[in-house]
């Protein structure tokens, strides 16, 4: 912290627990490191520390305490880490389960989507809902030059039926279906909107409007 840093979270480079619980934890910090672009190690070790500004400026609920780091890191303040001692378990039994898996899986798509999207949702699934929807239109438009080519050349029996071909209605589904991801973007940009909440999407260390004050005066 004296080099700089807000937030640290520890390491443990050396660990003292079952495979079946380091190998998932390794994926599993990787796969955060590589979604949210905050390079840790060991994301959801206990042992952490933080200046106090971000406990104030971060929003914790359900289990994002694991996010910490991430979420430090959105609102503008630098994250590092340090190697830690590991201590073997003495008493008890771990509760790490498929079910945490589940939980930590959906939690990681949660902060990825507020730190990177949370101000702008559209970006996301607009981009999603644009591409499939343009792919299923640019099928549904090629599938209909088949249809009339097909009984413009040909005779009856060798004509086109899109009734009878399963990539039609696939066709149709992904239409609608990136019609209506276009649509929630908008609403949640609407949303977003009129619910802004009463602080900037970043945090600010000096406010330089306020140093030009006092210098003035």
């Known amino acids: 912290m004296d080099e700089g840093f807000d937030v640290i979270s520890g390491w443990k480079k050396v660990r003292h627990d079952p495979w079946h619980k380091v190998g998932p934890s390794r994926v599993f910090n990787w796969l955060i490191s590589k979604l949210t672009k905050v390079e840790l190690h060991d994301h959801n070790c206990g042992l952490k520390a933080y200046r106090s500004e971000v406990l104030k400026e971060v929003y914790l609920y359900g289990e994002m305490h694991r996010f910490v780091p991430v979420l430090a890191a ?24 498929f079910e945490r898996f589940v939980k930590g899986f959906l939690d990681l798509l949660t902060v990825y989507f507020l730190t990177g999207y949370g101000n702008r949702p559209q970006h996301l699934l607009g981009t999603i809902g644009l591409s499939i929807f343009l792919l299923g239109t640019g099928g549904l438009a090629l599938l209909s030059m088949c249809w009339v080519m097909t009984r413009l050349l040909f005779q009856a029996e060798n004509w086109i039926h899109l009734h009878d071909r399963a990539i039609f209605y696939f066709c149709i589904l992904a239409s609608l279906f990136g019609a209506q991801l276009i649509s929630i973007g908008f609403i949640a940009e609407l949303i977003t909107a009129q619910n802004r909440p009463g602080r900037e999407p970043y945090s600010i260390e000096t406010d330089t409007h306020d140093d030009l004050v006092q210098e003035q005066s």
Do not use: D, L, T
């Open 74 to 97: 959105a609102r503008g303040f630098k994250v590092s880490e340090v190697v830690i001692q590991h201590q073997p378990r003495v008493h008890g039994v771990s509760k790490y389960g």
